[in-house]
């Protein structure tokens, strides 16, 4: 499951917003995963690549729904103060939105 803030759901849900960055220990998600994101739904994970967060451009942040790189990365420093980054790299995760799985049906005895 990925968590965003609530700001951030309707972006996500229109297609604005379609990668986000996380700082993990270790990388927590794989390519072609599927995950849910609440209050949106069911997304396939398309990328995870690790990153350098001084080399993030205007790209990646339109892609974040963000206006530019510095928008971004003052985000970033705001989610991830000095010092909660020692230790851990920082991930660009690429998603798009899907379907919601289909309901299993239930089976009749023949």
């Known amino acids: 499951m990925l968590l965003f803030k609530k700001r951030f759901l309707s972006a996500i849900r229109s297609g604005q917003k379609r990668q986000t960055i996380r700082i993990w220990k270790f990388r927590r998600m794989r390519p072609g995963q ?6 949106v739904g069911y997304i396939r994970v398309l990328k995870v690549e690790a990153i350098e967060l001084d080399q993030l451009t ?3 942040a339109l892609a974040d ?9 003052r985000e970033l420093h705001e989610l991830y103060p000095d010092g909660s980054t020692s230790g851990r790299k920082a991930y660009r ?3 798009e939105l899907t379907d919601p799985p289909p309901k299993s049906e239930s089976r009749q005895p023949s």
């Open 34 to 39: 599927r995950s849910y994101i609440p209050g």
């Open 58 to 60: 205007d790209e990646d």
């Open 65 to 73: 729904g963000f206006p530019s790189a510095d928008a971004l990365c």
């Open 93 to 95: 995760v690429t998603f």
